[in-house]
């Protein structure tokens, strides 16, 4: 009676090991800092955000000049230049803030090219995170910095090492 139920939870403990998921965990936020495409890719984007920022604040600081000339020149101004006056500083402030929208606006220029310089490496990344699912046979691979809340993560599940190893890339070790 013993040996029937000991190999009956045996073939029930073999059978559940068989129908096991296989699951690891990596973290795209490190592989990507460790990508030179990526890091090339962000100092792009870091110029040219800071190059349109600089064009931005030319803008707002012509507004501002004109409106402490306006004040300055106000008492001596009539009704009708005032007006005027008012208009081109209002125009030449919502120039400034359409501009700016354009540039950091949802969906606007950066946005477009963070897509064009960015998307490139993440799908680079996300082809090999997919190929290493295959070779290794992953049913579901968790990425630790995205929106996913992970408490604890065994650190022999993080993967992120083997992705960047099939991307061609040595490891910085600063895990």
Do not use: H
């Not at 009539?78 to 359409?98: C, F, L, P, V």
């Amino acid at each position: 009676m013993k040996k029937i139920l000991l190999i009956t939870l045996f073939l029930v403990v073999a059978a559940s090991g068989a129908y096991a998921q296989r699951y690891c965990v990596i973290d795209s936020k490190y592989i990507l800092e460790n990508l030179p495409e990526y890091k090339q890719a962000q100092t792009k984007l870091d110029e040219v955000s800071a190059q349109w920022q600089k064009e931005i604040d030319a803008k707002l600081q012509d507004v501002d000049r004109m409106y402490k000339a306006y004040q300055a020149e106000q008492v001596m101004l009539s009704d009708e230049m005032k007006k005027k006056r008012e208009e081109e500083i209002i125009k030449k402030e919502k120039e400034a803030k359409e501009l700016q929208k354009k540039r950091f606006g949802f969906e606007g220029d950066l946005f477009k090219k963070r897509q064009e310089l960015v998307k490139p490496v993440q799908d680079k990344v996300y082809n090999a995170v997919q190929k290493m699912a295959a070779a290794k046979s992953y049913d579901v691979i968790f990425d630790k910095s995205a929106d996913l809340s992970v408490f604890f993560v065994d650190s022999k599940l993080d993967k992120s090492d083997d992705v960047l190893k099939d991307l061609g890339i040595t490891p910085s070790g600063k895990r």
